[in-house]
């Protein structure tokens, strides 16, 4: 891709390992509330993922405000297997808490970040918080890469909506034609970025997700090989 100076990235499933972090958590959290007794391990993790993409889907596609995510996560996790909810909000607070503290990243993000670093200017959009985006970076090790961090909170939109990106684009002194997005989801990264004007890459792992992206990496390490 020629002319580009700004690499804007997705955070969670793009860069930063949000299954491998979630899974971590609801582990201790399936030990720590003795949950065993109601369900076992997989099938708790494996309904929570379910449970929650719906939510992230409906927050991502403005439905539903984030306080819905916190309120009805757990609550509905627990119901499904006729646990007390109970507890539902300790449950829910700890998780946020323990999984934006968790360092794993996806395959080849620092070498990718170390080869950009110094030849784009990189900075981070995401539809997540303030409160847990900022902590994923410092456990991870990786927030010394960008220069600024756009949350849904801080602009005041969410992708794909094409605000997300207006204020992206003016907190950091860019032009359309010199920026890039990359992100996982082909609806939110890559169709709003797309939308809005900027060059896209997907990044798909699975390879079987269809977008209209400039182009789709299936490791990120192919970045190198781009930008």
């Excluded at 890469?145 to 860019?174: H, Q």
């Amino acid at each position: 891709m020629k002319n580009i100076q700004h690499v804007f990235f997705d955070l969670d499933h793009t860069l930063w390992d949000y299954d491998r972090n979630a899974q971590e958590t609801l582990t201790e959290i399936h030990s720590d509330f003795e949950l065993e007794k109601f369900v076992n391990l997989e099938k708790f993790i494996q309904t929570f993922y379910s449970i929650n993409d719906e939510l992230w889907h409906k927050y991502n596609s403005g439905l539903i405000e984030r306080e819905e995510i916190k309120q009805s996560r757990f609550s509905s996790l627990f119901q499904s297997f006729g646990i007390d909810d109970k507890d539902h909000l300790k449950v829910s607070d700890y998780f946020i808490e323990s999984c934006s503290t968790k360092p794993h990243l996806m395959p080849d993000a620092l070498n990718t970040l170390n080869y950009l670093q110094g030849r784009y200017q990189l900075h981070i959009i995401t539809n997540g918080f303030n409160d847990t985006q900022p902590k994923k970076l410092k456990s991870s090790g990786i927030a010394k890469y960008f220069r600024a961090v756009v949350t849904s909170d801080g602009s005041k939109a969410r992708k794909p909506s094409p605000e997300i990106f207006d204020y992206a684009l003016k907190l950091t002194n860019a032009k359309k034609e010199e920026s890039v997005m990359i992100g996982d989801n082909p609806r939110t990264d890559i169709h709003g970025a797309r939308d809005f004007g900027l060059k896209t890459i997907l990044f798909d792992p699975s390879g079987k997700k269809r977008s209209m992206a400039d182009c789709t990496v299936q490791s990120l390490n192919e970045l190198i090989g781009i930008l």
